[in-house]
């Protein structure tokens, strides 16, 4: 048996290596699975823009020497999807089991399952270990609230999106959006989103549009303000040409999807009632750049984990995850409407076909309707 993973230069995003490797047999207590199938979306892309900085990289790291370098200069971008266990050297883990979890992008992956549960498990793998639980959970399908079979795609797609975004607008209401409103109190508060257009943009936009205490404003290319207005989740939605149409003194906070340096710098040289600058991710990678020395606020980088802890400690485990799956049902059914769905799904099965959606996926040139699932298995 072996396995086929598609390899990144880490300095170097666009150039990328498929890589067949023969699989080593497995280690008492460990599992092998068959990645059946995974998305591809902009946050994957933030994944690898952020891989060194946020230790992304860590999670599946190269093995061997890759082509045109060490193995150290390549990386394997994580991506959430699916997988069935082929081989079982764990008592509490069956061959024929389905989960779902974070996987390399590869057709295969080998878990050391630990602290077991009816509801899944994590990987203990010792490179693992000093990475955030929160990537390192494996859901049984057959007892996962989230799983239903004919959604796969959507879940794979959005899942992993929305509970960013859904933390996202947790975190803001529940810091009483940093004190963004004038003095008068006239105006409410304006969040401001970059790269309106990514799923997980337009989850949050979705979250924050079901409060009537602020007002959410879209920011995106010149070619997908349709696409944003159709979603009737922005208040207004505005090219990044358009920025001076808003109000110099609107009271907002700024939500960056792009990571754009140029954006960020004209947002928050432009508004001087700024009073939050979250940095989320990094779609517009040709563009990437720190955020030193800007007027304003500092600009933060969120980090969804952290919030997952409060909000577990604030709540308990088992309210969080109700609160969760309650509203992902509902923005479930609110993307997937039959009349207007927001993503058609395309299929991509093959090695060759993994590195052509990876390219059209990281250059953002794509239908933003589109989602991408991914599989290394022809016959998929």
């Not at 337009?202 to 924050?208: F, G, M, Q, V």
């Not at 953002?364 to 599989?375: E, F, N, V, Y």
Request: aromatic letters at 10%; glycine letters at 8%; one cysteine or more.
């Amino acid at each position: 048996m072996s396995t086929t993973a598609l390899l990144v230069r880490k300095d170097h995003l666009p150039t990328t290596a498929l890589q067949t490797t023969a699989d080593s047999p497995l280690a008492d207590g460990q599992v092998r699975c068959r990645i059946d199938r995974f998305a591809l979306t902009a946050n994957n892309i933030t994944y690898a823009a952020f891989g060194t900085a946020m230790n992304y990289w860590q999670f599946f790291p190269v093995d061997g020497v890759a082509p045109g370098g060490t193995a150290a200069d390549w990386g394997c971008i994580p991506v959430w999807g699916f997988a069935d266990v082929v081989q079982s050297l764990h008592p509490g883990v069956a061959v024929g089991e389905r989960l779902y979890g974070y996987w390399p992008m590869a057709s295969h992956a080998v878990l050391q399952p630990a602290r077991l549960s009816a509801a899944g498990f994590s990987d203990a793998a010792p490179h693992r270990a000093a990475l955030h639980a929160v990537y390192n959970q494996y859901q049984r399908c057959s007892a996962d609230p989230f799983y239903t079979a004919d959604t796969e795609d959507l879940q794979a797609l959005l899942r992993p999106l929305f509970l960013t975004a859904w933390l996202i607008d947790d975190f803001l209401a529940d810091n009483r959006y940093f004190g963004s409103t004038d003095a008068a109190g006239a105006r409410k508060p304006a969040m401001l989103l970059s790269s309106a257009s990514s799923k997980t943009a337009y989850a949050t936009a979705a979250r924050l549009a079901l409060r009537p205490e602020i007002e959410v404003i879209g920011l995106t290319s010149t070619g997908n303000v349709a696409f944003c207005e159709s979603l009737g989740v922005y208040h207004r939605v505005i090219s990044y040409d358009q920025l001076d149409t808003v109000a110099a003194d609107l009271p907002c906070i700024y939500v960056d999807f792009a990571g754009d340096g140029a954006l960020r710098l004209a947002v928050h040289s432009r508004f001087s009632a700024l009073a939050y600058s979250a940095s989320i991710g990094g779609t517009h990678v040709e563009n990437l750049a720190g955020a030193r020395d800007l007027p304003g606020p500092r600009a933060t980088l969120f980090f969804a984990p952290a919030q997952v802890k409060k909000r577990s400690t604030d709540w308990g485990g088992a309210e969080f995850n109700r609160r969760l799956v309650a509203d992902w049902q509902l923005f479930r059914a609110q993307v997937s409407h039959p009349a207007a769905p927001w993503v058609v799904v395309q299929q991509h099965a093959g090695p060759a076909a993994v590195q052509r959606a990876y390219a059209t996926v990281l250059g953002g040139k794509g239908d933003a309707r589109m989602g991408h699932m991914l599989s290394f298995d022809v016959a998929t």
